[in-house]
């Protein structure tokens, strides 16, 4: 029987993913990529589950149509939020040999290898700090572990409009990771719970003590699907290989080209999609 086969689909609701397509990049250099950016309805770090549910199902369906057999939720709120339901109810009424996976687990995963004494905090959008994935996943792998949260809604709009290197940057950033630290000061691991924190590293190690280690997600979720890819053969026979990679965004084009820049290592031309 002749297989149903495509590029690997990344999503995200807007340019953060972009962040997680970039090592995909490094580390699959012969396989081809779809990335779907819904950018006219970003953020969608402060949406109820409902709405986030919707837009990722709505994106995920076309990158399926697309041709899509594998769907990269690149982005944590719509891990967070959407993921489950669309895993246990979206696919085995589509098609069950379809696999979509997201960026939270991943991240888990890590954490026993880099927290030396097990007091994690995490940074994301209010979505994924109120829906408690991070926390939940982390006592499932490593029970005991002291996790914090907070919430910094100022980030992604820091990023997207490109104000990262200025004082404003640095205000925010600096207060809630306060806020973070006044909760547990033994924190010794950040783990960077959202797609568009990574750009923000700079600022970021600027404000944490020395010794607190940073996770950013990009190379953790490459890894992580390399040895996906190769636990699950069947799949990776799925992923056509031309190295090609195309941009979709709904918003406008000219605007996605020019902003992808701060966030890809190559040169983007994305088409308008409407979802
Ligand atoms: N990049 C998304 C994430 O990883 C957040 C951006 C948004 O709020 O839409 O959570």
């Not at 990049?25 to 109820?48: C, H, K, Q, V």
């Not at 982005?75 to 040999?97: E, G, H, V, Y």
């Not at 750009?199 to 010794?211: G, H, M, S």
Request: with cysteine; charged share 20%; net charge negative.
């Amino acid at each position: 029987m002749e297989l149903n086969k495509g590029p690997v689909g990344v999503f995200d609701s807007g340019y953060g993913g972009l962040t997680i397509l970039n090592e995909f990049l490094r580390e699959f250099p012969d396989y081809d990529f779809i990335y779907l950016g819904d950018n006219a309805r970003t953020p969608y770090g402060t949406r109820s589950f409902e709405m986030v549910y919707q837009y990722t199902r709505q994106s995920v369906m076309r990158l399926f149509e697309m041709g899509c057999q594998l769907v990269i939720l690149a982005c944590n709120t719509a891990s967070a939020k959407a993921l489950r339901t669309i895993q246990q109810k979206d696919l085995p009424a589509f098609d069950s040999s379809r696999r979509v996976l997201g960026v939270v687990r991943p991240s888990v995963e890590k954490i026993g290898e880099v927290s030396r004494n097990g007091h994690v905090g995490v940074v994301g959008t209010s979505g994924t700090v109120q829906s408690m994935s991070y926390p939940l996943e982390i006592q499932k792998l490593f029970p005991g572990t002291v996790v914090s949260q907070q919430a910094c809604p100022m980030w992604v709009p820091l990023v997207e409009n490109d104000e990262r290197n200025t004082p404003g940057a640095d205000f925010f950033v600096k207060r809630d990771l306060n806020k973070l630290f006044e909760q547990d000061s033994s924190i010794d691991t950040v783990i960077l719970g959202c797609t568009h924190y990574p750009l923000l590293t700079p600022v970021i190690e600027r404000f944490l003590p020395a010794d607190v280690r940073v996770m950013s997600q990009g190379q953790i979720v490459a890894k992580s699907l390399q040895d996906y890819l190769q636990r699950h053969p069947e799949m990776d026979q799925r992923c056509t290989r031309n190295a090609t990679c195309e941009f979709f965004t709904t918003e406008d084009p000219a605007k996605f080209d020019e902003a992808s820049a701060v966030f890809l290592n190559q040169p983007v031309a994305s088409r308008r999609i409407d979802l």
